[in-house]
């Protein structure tokens, strides 16, 4: 028999694990505590019983880490966005490469390569957000508990045009938005601002196009369409992933508006990007000033094209949070690319797939993790892998 749901017990942390939350063993059954910190004596209430686990939730913290810092947000604990500015940032960033090592054990059966995380501005680096309305009107962003918005007022996490734009609408009374189509209650849209500072904000309903600068290089993209969020690392990444590379053919899979294949066309002297949305192809089109072939295919549909029957020198990929399906990670052990960058949001499957490709006869040359999301546990990462001969 499990534990008795609403009991409450004293834990010791032992570590962080993928998604933030704290565990500890309770008479040898993992729970799962949000919002502490490894080390720490809490009072705990279990609250969720599952099949060999428990989700528990803080009564009292009974011996504090001495990372254990006030967060900079009255929303947190009840806006979904962020889990650790509870968490001093330097410890944050421990945290998180023991989550990635950890991932890469557990799951990938590889050991994680040496590597630190490149660190962000903790603050207002948030370049790209997705707002919900709430029943009256107001913005928010989706709590943690449940699948209702949270309203808020401010966002720290924010770049200053975004935050100052919510302050702005909530002081002035219009947080409830004008009634169009997108601002009805349960609607969700997405806000960018291309500027660190000032006031350019692009809302979806009311903006389009939008140009952000990538190295030096603009690159647009319609508001609702997805582009990176923490411009301060972007450039940094793009610049990893494309490092060393250069020669006959590269491809770009899952391209989006195509960041990667931009840079790419500068070092080879052909290149293919694929990416299944024909919205976004035709921006990456644009972007690399029409230098290379824009595929409008899912990565698994271009597999079985010629296409994909091409040699390629080099191959940059940025799957979803869900990482390649078997139908792509059979590509790439039949193609064997001599160079990939892999670069992923999700280390678990991140690991799951590189531990795939290891085992197909791949050697990891190198990895770097960016802090692209401070006060979250999320991380962007990169790894190098060359193919065995
Ligand atoms: C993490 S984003 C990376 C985009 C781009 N590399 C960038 O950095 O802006 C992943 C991209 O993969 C696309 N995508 C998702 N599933 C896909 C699939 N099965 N085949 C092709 N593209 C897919 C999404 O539309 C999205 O543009």
Redesign the pocket.
């Known amino acids: 028999m499990g534990p008795i749901m609403g009991t409450t017990v004293e834990l010791t942390i032992e570590k962080l694990v993928a998604g933030g939350d704290g565990l500890a063993f309770n008479d040898g059954i993992a729970v799962f505590v949000p919002m502490t910190i490894p080390g720490e004596r809490v009072l705990v209430e279990l609250e969720e019983y599952r099949k060999d686990w428990v989700r528990g939730n803080v009564l009292e913290i009974l011996e504090a880490s001495p990372d254990r810092i006030g967060p900079a947000c009255p929303y947190f604990g009840s806006c979904g966005g962020c889990n650790l500015q509870h968490v001093d940032y330097r410890r944050q960033l421990e945290l998180k490469a023991a989550i990635v090592e950890e991932s890469w054990k557990r799951v990938g059966k590889v050991d994680a390569p040496g590597f630190s995380v490149v660190a962000s501005v903790p603050y207002a680096y948030r370049s790209r957000m997705q707002f919900h309305v709430d029943d009256e009107g107001r913005i928010g962003f989706m709590r943690g508990s449940s699948s209702l918005p949270e309203p808020v007022e401010t966002c720290p996490v924010a770049v200053e045009p975004i935050r100052t734009w919510i302050e702005r609408m909530a002081s002035s009374g219009k947080s409830r938005l004008p009634m169009s189509p997108w601002t009805q209650p349960g609607a969700r849209f997405m806000v960018f601002s291309p500027e660190r500072s000032g006031d350019r904000v692009f809302i979806e309903g009311r903006d389009g196009d939008v140009t952000a600068q990538v190295r030096g290089r603009p690159m647009r993209?319609h508001v609702k369409?997805?582009?990176?969020s923490n411009l301060y690392l972007?450039d940094l990444?793009?610049a990893a992933a494309t490092s060393d590379l250069g020669g006959g053919h590269a491809l770009?899979?899952?391209?989006?508006?195509?960041?990667?294949a931009s840079f790419l066309a500068d070092s080879f002297e052909s290149v293919t990007a694929?990416?299944?949305?024909p919205f976004?192809v035709e921006y990456a089109r644009m972007n690399a000033g029409g230098r290379g072939e824009f595929l409008a295919?899912?990565?698994?549909?271009?597999t079985t094209s010629d296409s994909a029957k091409s040699r390629f020198d080099a191959v940059?990929c940025?799957?979803?949070?869900?990482g390649l399906?078997e139908r792509?990670r059979s590509w790439f052990r039949e193609a064997k690319p001599p160079v990939v960058s892999y670069?992923?949001?999700d280390p678990v499957t991140c690991a799951r797939d590189v531990g795939d490709l290891v085992r197909s006869g791949y050697s990891i040359d190198w990895m770097k993790v960016f802090d692209f999301y401070p006060q979250t546990s999320h991380v962007e990462l990169c790894v190098r892998l060359v193919a065995g001969i």
Do not use: M, N
């Open positions: 993209f369409g997805f582009f990176q972007f990444l793009v770009d899979l899952y391209c989006g508006v195509g960041p990667f694929v990416e299944h949305d976004a295919q899912s990565a698994e549909d271009w940059v940025d799957p979803p949070r869900s399906s792509v670069v992923s949001c």
